[in-house]
T-cell receptor, first 114, second 116 residues
């Protein structure tokens, strides 16, 4: 079975600071990788995804993530955060061809201060 | 993307009673829906896959007689927590996948259950 580890549980940044949230997964086969975000009071929504191809993927709102296969990592980055990025971020993985069953990390609560 | 709605958003019940949570896919016919559970400060844990017109598939360790799932139509799945106890208090979230095998899901707003 796969597992996902997110290293940072709480992150506090000032506006314009750079962001990197770590995500590592454990699985013996090929995977699809995701970052989901939950803004306060809203549904979980997809931020970006990696299925194959270019390991650097870009998502909404200026976020990007890089898949490093050798490190089993899929870290999320943003060069300059905004107050509106305050949210909880979840890394998730599903086995390629294994249906739509996601395994989530424990989430990282990001707070961006003005 | 799909619009997924859950009802109720929160519910408080007495120990020993049963609670039903509905999950509706408002603009997409979903043959499969997923039920997750989230404890405070923990990750979302997949409980079961709800299959339209057939039995749900439960994850290891999830009691199927405790968490009854019914997926009677392409737009509605229900989760019934039977004989609820305080340890069942949690946040229950359903989701729908638009495309097969992509892992890209659309989530409901979640239902918070508190069992007294």
């Amino acid at each position: 079975a796969q597992s996902v580890s997110q290293h940072n549980h709480h992150v506090i940044l000032s506006e314009a600071a750079s962001l990197e949230l770590g995500c590592n997964y454990s699985y013996g086969g090929t995977v699809n990788l995701f970052w989901y975000v939950q803004y306060p009071g809203q549904h979980l929504q997809l931020l970006l995804k990696y299925f194959s191809g270019d390991p650097l993927v870009k998502g909404i709102k200026g976020f990007e993530a890089e898949f490093i296969k050798s490190k089993f990592s899929f870290n999320l980055r943003k060069p300059s955060v905004q107050w509106s990025d305050t949210a909880e971020y979840f890394c998730a993985v599903s086995p390629t061809g294994g249906g739509n069953k996601l395994t989530f990390g424990t989430g990282t609560q990001l707070k961006v201060e003005l | 993307g799909a619009v997924v709605s859950q009802h109720p958003s929160w519910v408080i019940c007495k120990s020993g009673t049963s609670v039903k949570i509905e999950c509706r896919s408002l603009d997409f016919q979903a043959t499969t829906m997923f039920w997750y559970r989230q404890f405070p400060k923990q990750s979302l844990m997949l409980m079961a896959t709800s299959n339209e017109g057939s039995k749900a598939t439960y994850e290891q360790g999830v009691e199927k007689d405790k968490f009854l799932i019914n997926h009677a139509s392409l737009t509605l799945s229900t989760l019934t927590v039977t004989s609820a106890h305080p340890e069942d208090s949690s946040f229950y979230i359903c989701s729908v996948g638009h495309q097969r095998d992509t892992g890209e899901l659309f989530f409901g707003e979640g239902s918070r259950l508190t069992v007294l």
